[in-house]
């Protein structure tokens, strides 16, 4: 059964720190993605890293796919409070078989 | 927008009830599913549809059955609802089955 982890599972900082968070399995990913999610809303679509060792960018967030594509990392510059919420990863099996499945996620919070 | 509703947003009901949630989708895509979320569970998977009349369980399917007589609607069913169904509920739709999924906005059933 593939498993994700996140790491840490909640994180509360002040504006203008920065920050990493983790996400983590024993299992092959063919990609993975990032969502985050608001309070009362459904999770939206950061970004989806689909080759070992690729970084991607966002303004001031900083996506990584580890080499083996078994985890992953989302690094924040300067947070601001617009960047409170609930960030989620989701990684796609190799096979065609696999489901996406998601991790528990990380709770983040900017305080002003 | 991915153009993605549910209704109802809120429900309370009592154990033993049976419960139908609706997701609406104006995209026409294929694909949609059903997901539950709990704290420190993340999304999980309930049911997913892959076109009219074509249906399958996911990762937490006992209780639920679905329904999707229509492209635009999936109907999540609970047949006697219990403590353990009380959760946030999300539906979510992509264009194929290992593509993106966009999510709606979530229900939240509460079930005494």
């Known amino acids: 059964t593939q498993l994700l982890e996140q790491s840490p599972q909640f994180l509360s900082i002040q504006e203008g720190e920065n920050l990493t968070v983790y996400c983590n399995s ?17 999770p939206v679509l950061l970004v989806t890293v689909v080759t070992g060792g690729e970084v991607k960018k966002l303004k001031r967030l900083t996506f990584q796919f580890g080499d083996a594509r078994k985890d992953s990392s989302l690094h924040i510059t300067a947070a601001q409070p617009g960047d409170t919420g609930l960030y989620l ?20 919070s900017v305080i002003p | 927008d991915a153009g993605i509703t549910q209704s109802p947003r809120h429900k309370v009901t009592e154990t033993g009830t049976p419960v139908t949630l609706r997701c609406h ?21 309930i049911h997913y549809s892959y076109g009219v009349k074509d249906t399958d369980k996911g990762e937490v399917s006992d209780g639920y059955s679905v329904s999707r007589s229509k492209t635009e609607d999936f109907l999540l069913t609970l047949e ?31 079930v005494l």
Not at chain 1, 27 to 33: D, G, K, R
Request: overall charge negative; some cysteine; hydrophobic content about 25%.
């Open chain 1, 26 to 42: 024993s299992s092959v990913f063919s990609s993975l993605q990032w969502y985050r999610q608001e309070p009362g809303e459904g």
């Open chain 1, 89 to 108: 990863c989701a990684g796609e099996g190799e096979t065609s078989y696999d489901k996406v499945i998601f991790g528990p996620g990380t709770s983040l």
């Open chain 2, 25 to 45: 989708q104006t995209e026409n895509h294929r694909y949609m599913y059903w997901y539950r979320q709990d704290p420190g569970h993340g999304l999980r998977l």
């Open chain 2, 80 to 110: 006697s609802a219990t403590s353990s169904q009380t959760s946030v509920y999300f539906c979510a739709i992509s264009v194929g089955y290992r593509e993106t999924q966009y999510f709606g906005p979530g229900t939240r059933l509460l």
